[in-house]
């Protein structure tokens, strides 16, 4: 267990639908990373926050948000869902804003199905 | 941007048996870590090795950060070593840049 938590495991919905997927960092860590993992793309990096501010920007479609809030939970927000935003949703925590001692760790994702 | 190029790409194994996984990479990296995606899905983090050689238990890795590659060492392996091996890198952008992975497949 990593210590970084997901919810929700399973997400099911139709196109053109919005969903927001939530995760909580492990203790103490301030850095909070989206990441998508499609079949066709692999695993890519989405944004990134460091207590409440954006600090990296990946490959985030605009259709896609996420904020961080005070107490250090984040949500990845994603609307206008196409079929092709099928994938899981990983959320990782570090205990730093980045750098050559920051170890990501991941939650357990949220697998996202768009019928 | 970094490429980050893992080999091989697939590997069948008897349990029992050793294994090497490669990864190289196209540029310096602050930050080079090893992950097991097992079949449900969640990724495992087994090291953080940005330069130098670190070992835990059947596992091991060697990362040679001036020739720009890495290896993880699986000896005696196990059917609940199967899974898809990753190799992640971070050249200081904050985000990690995966690698395609291995796919290994451990056969009792």
């Known amino acids: 267990d990593s210590g970084v938590t997901q919810t929700p495991k399973h997400l099911i919905t139709a196109t053109g639908q919005r969903v927001t997927l939530r995760c909580s960092p492990r203790s103490g860590d301030l850095s909070v990373y989206w990441y998508q993992q499609s079949l066709d793309q692999g695993l890519q990096f989405l944004i990134q926050y460091y207590n409440g501010e954006e600090r990296a920007k990946g490959n985030i479609l605009e259709r896609f948000s996420a904020q961080q809030f005070p107490d250090l939970h984040s949500e990845l927000n994603l609307s206008s869902l196409e079929l092709g935003d099928s994938a899981l949703y990983f959320c990782?925590?570090?205990?730093?804003?980045?750098?050559?001692?920051?170890?990501?760790?991941f939650g357990p994702g949220t697998r996202l199905t768009v019928l | 941007g970094i490429q980050v190029e893992q080999s091989p790409p697939d590997l069948i194994l008897q349990e029992g048996a050793n294994s090497t996984l490669r990864c190289n990479f196209s540029d310096s990296v602050n930050n080079l870590q090893w992950f097991h995606q097992n079949p449900w899905g969640q990724l495992i983090n087994l090291f953080y090795?940005?330069?130098g050689t670190k070992q835990n238990g059947r596992l091991s890795a060697t990362t040679v950060a001036t020739e720009r590659y890495s290896l993880l060492y699986i000896s005696s392996s196990q059917t609940t070593d199967s899974g898809v091996y990753f190799c992640?890198?971070?050249?200081?952008?904050?985000?990690?840049?995966f690698g395609s992975g291995t796919r290994l497949q451990v056969q009792p």
């Open positions: 090795i940005p330069s």
């Open positions: 990782a925590s570090s205990s730093s804003a980045g750098g050559s001692t920051d170890t990501q760790y």
């Open positions: 992640a890198v971070d050249t200081g952008r904050r985000a990690l840049t």
